[in-house]
């Protein structure tokens, strides 16, 4: 069972910056595409970034310039440095692991940008 287990999340005022972890417990890191995802509440999940095996990255509109995923497979752990952060990014950020063909979610981490 792959258990990932996110952190860095808070209270951040407009302009400011958070970095997001997100720790893999168990073994195929390396060969998975992994990501981050965010829900507000009252709305769908949406993909933020994600970034694959061959560190290749994927970013939504609404974050480009502004967020950058990282990877490193040595300590198997994912990364989300967030920064110029708007009230609009306030959610529950989730990583998600995607190994061969199976899914594996993170419990969440709340990101709240308020002054």
């Known amino acids: 069972q792959v258990q990932l287990v996110e952190s860095g999340g808070g209270l951040v005022q407009p302009g400011g910056s958070l970095k997001l972890s997100c720790a893999a417990s168990?073994?195929?890191?390396?060969?998975?595409?992994m990501g981050w995802y965010r829900q507000a509440p009252g709305k769908q999940r949406e993909l933020v970034a994600t970034?694959?095996?061959?560190?290749?990255?994927n970013y939504a509109n609404s974050v480009k310039g502004r967020f950058t995923i990282s990877r490193d497979n040595a300590k198997s752990t994912l990364y989300l440095q967030m920064n110029s952060l708007k009230p609009e990014d306030t959610a529950v950020y989730y990583c998600?692991?995607?190994?061969?063909?199976?899914?594996?979610w993170g419990q969440g981490t709340q990101v709240t940008v308020s002054s």
């Open positions: 998600k692991q995607t190994l061969v063909t199976t899914d594996y």
């Open positions: 970034i694959n095996p061959g560190n290749i990255t």
């Open positions: 168990r073994s195929g890191f390396t060969i998975s595409t």
